[in-house]
């Protein structure tokens, strides 16, 4: 059925170094990844989403990669800054959706703290 | 509007009474998603409309659960005799209709549930 996994839980990194977080899914017909971000007390919002046929896309210190035929795609931010503590779903599904059953799926969420 | 509304912002309670909680989703957006958001947990799906197409019932809870959409806007959850396992934040989302944009949600600020 529709799943999505999402690794790590949680994870803290030094201030100025890279987090990289990971998922995987399982529908092959998936073909739109976008990554939520909701600070504490906050709604999630877009921060970067990324198209079945192109395997890298870069905003600024964050990327996301695609790998269809494994069904990995992971976020990466660089050069890590306090308000990057935040929690971060990814997500799949159809890029267009045009009835009930061509939903998005969301992962678990992961717990990024930024050290001082 | 200019962007998702919910209300109320915060409801309290008693256990076994009735609430019903309302999302006005961005004007001209076909779909619209309800989430539940436990205290520092991930986005539990609960129910997903998609313009005419019967809605994905998939993610309710029980039968204390159901969901409106009126008109194929404003949106009501409602939950019948309330347990103290419901208090969470309800998220309600809405995404533009399908081949115009992508599939991207645009979350309210939720409506903070406690149940006493």
């Known amino acids: 059925g529709e799943n999505v996994e999402q690794h790590p839980s949680t994870l803290s990194v030094q201030e100025g170094d890279s987090a990289v977080i990971k998922c995987t899914y399982s529908?092959?017909?998936?073909?739109?990844f976008p990554w939520y971000k909701q600070e504490l007390g906050k709604r999630p919002q877009l921060i970067i989403d990324i198209r079945s046929n192109v395997g890298e896309k870069k905003d600024q210190r964050i990327a996301v990669t695609l790998n269809k035929t494994a069904k990995h795609f992971s976020l990466h931010i660089t050069e890590t800054q306090p308000e990057d503590s935040a929690v971060y779903f990814c997500a799949e599904g159809p890029l267009y959706a045009y009835s009930s059953a061509s939903k998005i799926i969301f992962g678990s969420g992961t717990r990024l703290s930024i050290r001082p | 509007g200019a962007g998702v509304s919910q209300s109320p912002s915060n409801k309290v309670t008693e256990k076994g009474k009735d609430v019903e909680l309302r999302c006005d989703p961005i004007s001209g957006h076909t779909a619209l998603y309800w989430y539940r958001q436990s205290l520092g947990q991930g986005l539990e799906f609960l129910i997903y409309f998609q313009g005419n197409s019967a809605p994905d019932k998939s993610g309710l809870p029980s039968d204390r659960f159901s969901a409106e959409r009126t008109g194929g806007s404003v949106s009501t959850l409602t939950i019948q005799r309330t347990q103290q396992e419901d208090s969470a934040v309800y998220l309600c989302?809405?995404?533009?209709?399908?081949?115009?944009?992508?599939?991207?949600?645009?979350f309210g600020a939720g409506t903070r549930l406690s149940v006493l």
């Open positions: 529908d092959s017909a998936s073909n739109y």
């Open positions: 989302a809405s995404s533009l209709q399908p081949g115009v944009a992508k599939n991207i949600q645009y």
